[in-house]
C-alpha cells in the first residue's frame, strides 16, 4: 500500500501563493508519478497536475498554466504544488495522487485525504 499525507493548506488573499506538499511512505516504489486533483464546494473533481517519477514529464490543467507548478524530491517521496496568483476559483479540497505513471494520472490509483485551501476575495 502507498499513504499520502497532504500538507500547506490554509486561507490566503486573492493574488497570494501557498505551496502544498505531499509526503509518500510505504510502497513508494509502485509510484512511478505523482499529481494533485482538487475539488470545489459542489462541483466534481478535477485534475490540477501530474509529475513522472524522474521529474522530468508534467502536465497541467488549463486553469492552472502558468500559475501553478508541481515539482518532486524523489529523496524524500514528497511532490509539491506550488500555486501562485491564486484566486476564489481555486478554492477547493486538494488531493495529492500516485499511479505507476503519468499516464494513468488521469484516474490514479491512490489518494490522499485532501487538504483545504480557501481563498478569500
Known amino acids: 500500500q502507498v499513504r499520502l499525507v497532504e500538507s500547506g493548506g490554509g486561507l490566503v488573499q486573492a493574488g497570494g501563493s501557498l505551496r502544498l506538499s505531499c509526503a509518500a511512505s510505504?510502497?513508494?516504489?509502485?509510484?512511478?508519478?505523482m499529481g494533485w486533483f482538487r475539488q470545489a464546494p459542489g462541483k466534481e473533481r478535477e485534475f490540477v497536475a501530474a509529475?513522472?517519477?524522474?521529474?522530468?514529464?508534467?502536465n497541467y490543467a488549463d486553469s492552472v498554466k502558468g500559475r501553478f507548478t508541481i515539482s518532486r524530491d524523489n529523496a524524500l517521496n514528497t511532490v509539491y504544488l506550488q500555486m501562485n496568483s491564486l484566486n476564489s476559483a481555486d478554492t477547493a479540497v486538494y488531493y495529492c495522487?500516485?499511479?505507476?505513471?503519468?499516464?494513468?494520472?488521469?484516474?490514479?490509483?491512490?489518494w490522499g485525504q485532501g487538504t483545504l485551501v480557501t481563498v478569500s476575495s
Open positions: 495522487t500516485a499511479d505507476t505513471s503519468l499516464a494513468h494520472m488521469g484516474s490514479p490509483g491512490y
Open positions: 510505504g510502497r513508494t516504489l509502485t509510484t512511478g508519478a
Open positions: 509529475i513522472s517519477r524522474g521529474g522530468g514529464a508534467t
